[in-house]
């Protein structure tokens, strides 16, 4: 699972994940297939995750899909934001067809996978350069997707997690 690395030096092991919070990435099963670290602080990488592995594809996961997949299905709408903490806000506040990508951008891989709930996609990432860059690198995946795709714009000074807990539902939704 990636959990611990071996030192370059050869003597010992150190924890991939210390000094972060730890998320657990699921399957649609439910099945715990790797691990997720945010970084406490300013460290870097701000993010990082479990290698690949035979049962873990950071390409092909999303993080809190085994959550949203009935919300999904239900509103034919999936929202897709950047980090974690940004799934679970949103989830918490009861906007429940959110799901993450794993720190690295959307995939062809992702695209396949929410084509068989949704019918569109709600592009949500921070409303920084990089956030902005990475939404419309996504835009060409979505090209005879069959899926609709829209992009969310948040106030400059808000991502989805801190703009649903400071002003909530009602003005997210």
Known sequence: ????????????????????????ITDLRKRVV?????????????????????????????????HAREAIARTRTAIVVEGYFDAIALHQAGITHAVAT???????????VIRRFAANVVLLFDPDAAGVRAALRCLDLFVNSGLGVKVMTLPTSDDPDTFVRKEGHEAFA
């Open 1 to 24: 699972a990636g959990l611990v690395v071996a030192r370059e030096s050869g003597s010992g092991f150190y924890d991939r994940f210390r000094a972060r919070v730890m998320f657990t």
């Open 34 to 66: 790797g691990f997720g670290g945010r970084v406490l602080g300013d460290g870097m990488p701000k993010y990082l995750n479990s290698p690949d592995t035979p049962l873990f594809k950071k390409g092909q996961a999303l993080f809190a899909f085994d």
């Open 102 to 112: 794993l720190g690295t951008a959307l995939t062809p891989e992702h695209v396949q």
